[in-house]
């Protein structure tokens, strides 16, 4: 995937400004998409304790004096893609790193090191861009921190830094800086992210279904919008359906007296809401589609 830059008004060439697309690349779980929204300040890309959360890439873009950084969410990579939706995921993780100016490979060090890893490690080798080792998570109980220091030799630099609580951001993005080239904006002052607010909400929605169903039932489901409009006095309407392969699992996202879709649906309309400052009215359908994996793919 070659990552364009914007149309934009020209630019008065500032030698000293620097820019440029920076992949969090990393296994499924490590903490990308929690680093992303920490980077740029606001929630971007959805996150959930589940692995293959991310399904697209996701652009962040990082406005800063001395430039700026288009940091692009990956999904997570895995060993053995056992179906359309995996398979999907992987390729677009893939496409993501062709074309960029820097590689953070993110790792977990509470997890040893495994052939996920390996692999990651593989496909960024002959990537012609300097990769830079980002230990995540040295706030938790890191078991095999060693290991991955231990790998620091093979990077053009490494870091240790705890996404979720915010550590070492700083040093991480100044860092960062060090090895981008100079450039020219790729996207305008007021824009921070690539993804258009329909999408979002269909994310958003998506991570709700993630937190409020167990085992396979997230990882065979998709939300799109069908509708959205702003109506009377400030409502905004937003008609959605999840859909999902099997009729078993439609059972299971409605649930008993329509209970859980009823929570999916609370749960989405208050964060929206908070986003907004809007009034949502959202209207969720469950309905089986065994089809949808394959449009996932083009």
Known sequence: ????????????????????????????????????????????????????????????????????????????????????????VNARARDALQGVDLILHVVDPTREIGTEERRIQTLIKNVPAPKILVINKIDERTSFIEDFRALAPEYAASIEIAALRHKNLKGLVELVFEYLPEGVPHYPEFQITNIANKLWFEELIREKVFLQTHAEVPYSTTVEIEEMEERENGLLYIRAKILTTQERHKKMLIGAGARRIKEIGQAARRELEGVTGKKIFLELEVMVDPHWPQRLAT
């Open 1 to 88: 995937m070659k990552h364009e830059a914007l149309d934009m008004k020209p630019h008065t060439h500032d030698p000293n400004f620097k820019s440029g697309f920076v992949v969090l690349a990393g296994r499924s779980n490590v903490g990308k998409s929690t680093l992303l929204n920490a980077l740029i300040g606001t929630k971007l890309s959805i996150t959930t304790p589940k692995p293959q959360t991310t399904r697209f890439p996701i652009h962040g873009v990082l406005h800063d004096p001395r430039g700026q950084i288009v940091f692009v969410d990956t999904p997570g990579i895995f060993e053995h893609p056992h179906d359309p939706i995996t398979a999907a």
